[in-house]
């Protein structure tokens, strides 16, 4: 029971260091992007400075916290096939998880782009892709704590909530920033 509980935790660390990058990457891209429209010699060193950020945080913290997130999740799964293979809620649970690296490979896209100089994205955009990895952490939170005990029509209805409340929230502090300018 004990080492199911080390791996358990393991897999928690590396999932909350995984979200830390996901969430940072995507402000450093929104600041990156919003570099682009100041003048040459500010554009260039600030865009030198982000893809130096973006670089180290990417493939030092972010990349290697989803393997080893990938890893841990495994590895609980394999010490405990029949209750989590069985269980709905994992399901679900993993679906999140594919959405989430197809996010994560999205980004690193966006990472890829930004060094050749394609700023496909404007930062509103950006900030609104930001609220994806937010949305995936307030599903998978309720989906392991409730487990199958979550009334899926209250889950869903809660869920698009929270998206819309953050909608919101991204458009009133757009306002914000704009008065401020």
């Known amino acids: 029971m004990d080492f199911d509980n080390t791996v358990k935790a393991l ?17 450093l891209f929104v600041y990156h992007t919003e570099a682009q429209e100041k ?11 982000f893809e130096i950020m973006e670089k180290r945080l990417w493939w030092i913290i972010t990349t290697p916290a989803m393997i ?10 394999l010490l405990n096939p029949d209750y989590y293979l069985q269980a709905s809620w994992m399901h679900i649970k993993l679906s999140f998880v594919v959405l989430l690296l197809v996010y994560h490979f999205v ?43 979550l009334n899926w029509i209250k889950g869903t209805t809660g869920f698009f909530a929270v998206a819309v409340g953050l909608m919101i929230l991204i458009k009133f502090y757009k306002r914000i920033r704009t008065k401020d300018k």
């Open 107 to 149: 980004c690193q896209n966006i990472i890829s782009n930004f060094v050749k100089g394609k700023f496909n994205w404007k930062s509103g955009s950006l900030r609104l892709w930001n609220e994806v990895a937010t949305l995936c952490l307030v599903a998978i939170v309720f989906l392991v704590s409730l487990k199958d005990s």
């Open 11 to 27: 897999h928690i660390i590396f999932v909350v260091s995984w979200f830390a990058g996901l969430f940072y990457i995507v402000r």
């Open 39 to 49: 003048e040459e010699v500010e554009k260039r060193i600030l865009s030198a400075q």
């Open 68 to 77: 080893l997130t990938i890893v841990f999740g495994t590895w609980m799964i």
